[in-house]
Nanobody, 125 residues
Framework: VQLEEFGGGSVQAGGSLRLSCAVS????????MGWFRQAPGKERDFVAT????????YYADSVKGRFTISRDDAKNMVYLQMNSLKPEDTAVYYC???????????????????WGQGTQVTVSS
């Protein structure tokens, strides 16, 4: 499984961005997909995840109600729609995948085996 993120950039506070992750390899019925982020000098933190059945979706408290994760397995894509962006959302955002059962998706970084190279998101006040 290979992952590549697109769609990062700079935006003012209150604005929106949509991140995309192109997935190579079969994941539609085998892998949960997630987004993580890492700000300078900080650890890589969980943002959102979706299981491959799409039944279970989880978000970090800090983004709940503002961010939406989705997956289009026909196109081998995963998305993160980010609205009402805040300066504290500034980070490198990573797409990730882990092998999973149908309804399971992990919020733990350690369970993810596959990672993209990351895309920078900068939110100015």
């Amino acid at each position: 499984v290979q992952l590549e993120e697109f769609g990062g950039g700079s935006v003012q506070a209150g604005g929106s961005l949509r991140l995309s992750c192109a997935v190579s390899g079969r994941t539609y019925d085998t892998h949960a997909m997630g987004w993580f982020r890492q700000a300078p000098g900080k650890e890589r933190d969980f943002v959102a995840t979706i299981c491959w059945s799409k039944i279970n979706i989880y978000y970090a408290d800090s983004v709940k109600g503002r961010f939406t994760i989705s997956r289009d397995d026909a196109k081998n894509m995963v998305y993160l729609q980010m609205n009402s962006l805040k300066p504290e959302d500034t980070a490198v955002y990573y797409c990730a995948a882990h092998y999973s059962t149908r309804d399971y998706a992990s919020t733990s970084r350690s369970e993810y085996s596959y990672w993209g190279q990351g895309t920078q998101v900068t939110v100015s006040s």
